[in-house]
């Protein structure tokens, strides 16, 4: 069954670090998404990307991080300059572009630790 | 804007007890529902989802829900819980759209005594 890969599962950084989540998301998939885990609280929207533009953001993706698609299957999240309050598993996700088959899916999560 | 509201933010049951997650959403128009579970230490996972059609969504691990749109809400049922379904629960909404985006509750842990 295709799958969303992440890498890497776990990274540990500095404050003020940048830090790059990638995400090889479904091959037939047009729509990706990212998302956030803080331990113990609730999965938040961060941003989605389709057509190599972000379609829409959430008042978390401030100026520090940003999205590209380098090439044909990497979707990669950049964080330039970590704060503590970055500490979060991070999911990516990707869905098909057809109107009925809104279903996301999520890869394992990367965890993200800034110390 | 819309948003989803989960009201049990941790539940205990003993195994082979009823289970029942209420979700409420607030949005006036089409909506998608989803039920996603994330086991210990694991990715989140499609339980079921609602798009159309029959209100009663049968989905994997004999969890149900069913959609009332007079009530806004998406509850999830399971007969017969086991210890195996102890995990987080997270019900999620997205309009009726091509590439919109999915919105979490807060989410229900669920912990099955033995």
């Known amino acids: 069954e295709p799958e969303v890969t992440q890498t890497p599962s776990h990274q540990v950084t500095q404050m003020g670090q940048e830090v790059i989540l990638r995400c090889v998301p479904i091959?037939?998939?047009?729509?990706f998404y990212w998302y956030r885990q803080i331990l113990g609280q609730k999965v938040e929207f961060l941003v989605s990307?389709?057509?190599?533009?972000?379609?829409?953001k959430s008042e978390i993706f401030d100026d520090q991080f940003s999205v590209e698609r380098p090439d044909g299957s990497n979707f990669t999240l950049k964080i330039r300059s970590t704060k503590l309050e970055d500490s979060a598993m991070y999911f990516c996700?990707?869905?098909?572009?057809?109107?009925?088959?809104?279903?996301?899916?999520f890869g394992e999560g990367s965890r993200l630790t800034v110390l | 804007a819309q948003s989803v509201s989960q009201h049990n933010h941790h539940v205990i049951l003993s195994e082979a007890a009823s289970l029942e997650l209420g979700c409420n959403y607030s949005?006036?128009?089409?909506?998608?529902l989803f039920w996603y579970v994330q086991y210990p230490g694991q990715h989140l996972q499609l339980l079921l989802k609602?798009?159309?059609?029959?209100?009663l969504v049968k989905g994997i691990k004999g969890f149900e829900a069913e959609f009332i749109k007079s009530k806004f809400s998406f509850n999830l049922r399971k007969p017969s819980v086991q210890w195996s379904d102890t995990a987080e629960y997270f019900c999620?909404?997205?309009?009726?759209?091509?590439?919109?985006?999915?919105?979490f509750g807060s989410g229900t842990r669920l912990s099955i005594r033995p």
């Open positions: 996700a990707s869905s098909t572009e057809y109107e009925q088959d809104g279903e996301l899916f």
């Open positions: 609602y798009f159309s059609g029959d209100p």
């Open positions: 999620a909404v997205m309009r009726y759209s091509s590439a919109s985006k999915i919105i």
């Open positions: 990307f389709y057509n190599n533009e972000i379609s829409e």
């Open positions: 091959s037939n998939h047009l729509y």
């Open positions: 949005y006036g128009g089409t909506v998608n």
